[in-house]
Protein backbone atom coordinates (compact mmCIF):
# COMPACT_ATOMS: atom_id res chain seq x y z
CA UNK A 1 0.00 0.00 0.00
CA UNK A 2 1.72 3.58 -1.03
CA UNK A 3 1.65 5.85 1.47
CA UNK A 4 2.95 9.00 1.60
CA UNK A 5 3.05 10.90 5.21
CA UNK A 6 3.41 15.00 5.19
CA UNK A 7 4.99 16.54 8.29
CA UNK A 8 6.73 19.95 9.18
CA UNK A 9 4.02 22.28 8.99
CA UNK A 10 3.39 24.88 11.38
CA UNK A 11 2.80 28.85 12.35
CA UNK A 12 5.85 30.79 11.19
CA UNK A 13 6.46 34.99 10.69
CA UNK A 14 6.54 36.63 7.41
CA UNK A 15 10.40 36.33 6.51
CA UNK A 16 10.32 32.83 7.61
CA UNK A 17 11.57 29.06 6.90
CA UNK A 18 10.17 25.77 7.59
CA UNK A 19 11.31 22.29 5.92
CA UNK A 20 8.46 19.88 4.76
CA UNK A 21 8.87 16.41 4.74
CA UNK A 22 7.39 13.85 2.95
CA UNK A 23 7.86 9.81 4.13
CA UNK A 24 7.40 7.25 1.58
CA UNK A 25 6.69 3.42 1.87
CA UNK A 26 4.82 1.02 0.07
CA UNK A 27 6.28 1.62 -3.53
CA UNK A 28 9.77 1.46 -5.13
CA UNK A 29 10.83 5.31 -4.22
CA UNK A 30 13.56 5.87 -7.15
CA UNK A 31 10.85 4.81 -9.67
CA UNK A 32 8.61 8.11 -8.82
CA UNK A 33 8.15 11.47 -9.19
CA UNK A 34 6.99 13.37 -5.88
CA UNK A 35 5.38 16.58 -5.97
CA UNK A 36 4.29 19.53 -3.40
CA UNK A 37 1.05 21.21 -4.38
CA UNK A 38 -0.48 23.61 -1.75
CA UNK A 39 -4.09 24.57 -1.87
CA UNK A 40 -5.10 28.05 0.33
CA UNK A 41 -8.94 28.30 1.61
CA UNK A 42 -11.24 29.02 -1.68
CA UNK A 43 -8.59 28.10 -4.19
CA UNK A 44 -7.60 25.80 -6.54
CA UNK A 45 -4.63 23.03 -5.42
CA UNK A 46 -1.50 24.53 -6.86
CA UNK A 47 1.92 22.54 -7.65
CA UNK A 48 4.85 23.99 -5.72
CA UNK A 49 8.18 22.11 -6.98
CA UNK A 50 8.64 18.53 -7.42
CA UNK A 51 11.50 16.21 -7.52
CA UNK A 52 12.60 12.89 -9.83
CA UNK A 53 13.82 10.55 -7.25
CA UNK A 54 15.99 8.59 -9.71
CA UNK A 55 18.06 11.27 -11.34
CA UNK A 56 16.74 14.06 -8.40
CA UNK A 57 15.69 16.72 -11.50
CA UNK A 58 14.00 19.10 -9.90
CA UNK A 59 10.66 21.74 -11.03
CA UNK A 60 9.37 24.39 -9.45
CA UNK A 61 6.45 26.56 -9.87
CA UNK A 62 7.01 30.60 -10.49
CA UNK A 63 5.79 31.15 -7.29
CA UNK A 64 8.31 29.03 -5.44
CA UNK A 65 11.40 30.14 -7.30
CA UNK A 66 14.41 31.17 -5.13
CA UNK A 67 12.93 30.80 -2.09
CA UNK A 68 12.04 26.74 -2.06
CA UNK A 69 14.26 24.37 -2.24
CA UNK A 70 13.31 20.54 -2.83
CA UNK A 71 15.36 17.34 -2.00
CA UNK A 72 14.94 13.97 -1.70
CA UNK A 73 17.02 11.16 0.54
CA UNK A 74 16.10 8.22 -1.30
CA UNK A 75 17.87 5.95 1.32
CA UNK A 76 15.30 7.55 3.80
CA UNK A 77 13.14 7.13 1.38
CA UNK A 78 12.08 11.33 2.09
CA UNK A 79 11.48 13.95 0.25
CA UNK A 80 11.85 17.64 1.78
CA UNK A 81 10.49 20.91 0.92
CA UNK A 82 12.44 24.02 2.05
CA UNK A 83 11.06 27.14 2.54
CA UNK A 84 12.23 30.27 3.05
CA UNK A 85 11.35 34.00 2.81
CA UNK A 86 7.88 32.89 3.57
CA UNK A 87 5.23 35.14 2.55
CA UNK A 88 1.77 35.59 4.02
CA UNK A 89 0.56 34.15 0.58
CA UNK A 90 2.22 30.60 1.31
CA UNK A 91 -0.37 29.80 3.58
CA UNK A 92 -1.92 26.86 2.70
CA UNK A 93 -2.01 22.97 3.19
CA UNK A 94 0.83 21.61 1.58
CA UNK A 95 0.71 18.27 0.28
CA UNK A 96 2.62 15.59 -0.90
CA UNK A 97 2.49 12.98 -4.50
CA UNK A 98 3.57 10.58 -5.78
CA UNK A 99 3.41 9.91 -9.89
CA UNK A 100 4.90 6.48 -11.15
CA UNK A 101 7.40 7.42 -14.15
CA UNK A 102 6.17 11.00 -13.65
CA UNK A 103 7.61 14.47 -15.23
CA UNK A 104 7.07 16.27 -12.92
CA UNK A 105 4.04 18.04 -14.37
CA UNK A 106 2.66 20.72 -11.87
CA UNK A 107 0.09 22.31 -13.71
CA UNK A 108 -2.25 19.71 -12.94
CA UNK A 109 -3.01 16.67 -10.43
CA UNK A 110 -4.28 14.70 -12.83
CA UNK A 111 -0.77 12.50 -12.93
CA UNK A 112 -0.57 11.76 -9.26
CA UNK A 113 -1.94 8.37 -8.06
CA UNK A 114 -0.85 8.83 -4.86
CA UNK A 115 -1.36 11.99 -2.20
CA UNK A 116 -0.59 12.13 1.74
CA UNK A 117 -2.48 13.70 4.37
CA UNK A 118 -1.49 17.31 3.87
CA UNK A 119 0.54 19.95 6.42
CA UNK A 120 -0.97 23.12 7.03
CA UNK A 121 1.43 26.13 6.73
CA UNK A 122 0.23 29.62 8.44
CA UNK A 123 2.67 32.38 8.14
CA UNK A 124 1.80 35.52 9.51
CA UNK A 125 2.29 39.17 8.61
Known amino acids: EVQLQASGGGLVQAGGSLRLSCAAS????????IAWFRQAPGKEREGVSCIRTEDRATTYANSAKGRFTISSDNAARTVYLRMSSLKPEDTAVYYCAADLWGDCILRSTGSYEDWGRGTQVTVSS
Open 26 to 33: GFTFDDYA
